[in-house]
């Protein structure tokens, strides 16, 4: 028989990002100094915000673009060309064009992401076996009943795990986010660590956070998947 689409599965993955992201501000807040607390909480909304705004693309992307090879093979590799981008570089050309500030991190960030959400959304719905295709057929289901009901849920490990691919690497390339003034962590290692003559302390703090945040936000998410499919762990 069909599955049926968990209603609470992005739900469920938004809660599990947004706890992460107030435990990291509790827990690391007493680390950095006064003043400073506020920045795993800012790269945590560097990182939700990148993030979510890449799976609203990828995802719909690669559901219309999933039976159409050409189609597929342009998007995938326009998005694998825009990875091979170097950091600096596209910070400094969407601060050429949004202006300084979050919303230039946010964008690149995101564009990061979103080839690797759309690769394993592909992946995953690609993956779906031809016989639960059929049977849905069979059972007279609209092609938008058998994407709602049949390939997206079998889909979601799949896509769930290029999110957690897409976070763990947003956290790191984020903290060159201080360089466009978006702050978060790199403004602990870069403004009070590097130009401090290489100070030791902010530099290690500020790693040893981005490490444990990219760690607290894997395993929410793996949370978040075991949640939204219960029937993997039978």
Known sequence: SAVKMPK?????????????????????????PPGMAIMPAVLGLLVGLSVGLAMVIAIPLAIAVRRRR?????????????????SLALFAIMVSIVGIGRLPAVLALAGYAVGIVLRNTLTGLREVPSAALEAARGMGLTSRQTLTRVELPLAVPAILAGVRLATIETVAIGTI??????GGLGSLIYTHGIQRDLFLTPILVGSVIAVLMALILDRALVLAQRLATPWTRR
């Open 8 to 32: 609470s599965v992005y739900c469920r993955a938004v809660i599990g990002l947004f706890a992460a992201m107030v435990i990291l501000t509790l827990t690391f807040g007493t680390l950095v």
């Open 177 to 182: 986010a201080a360089f466009v003034a978006a």
């Open 70 to 86: 050409v189609a597929a093979a342009i998007t995938t590799g326009s998005a694998t060309v825009f990875y091979t981008i170097p």
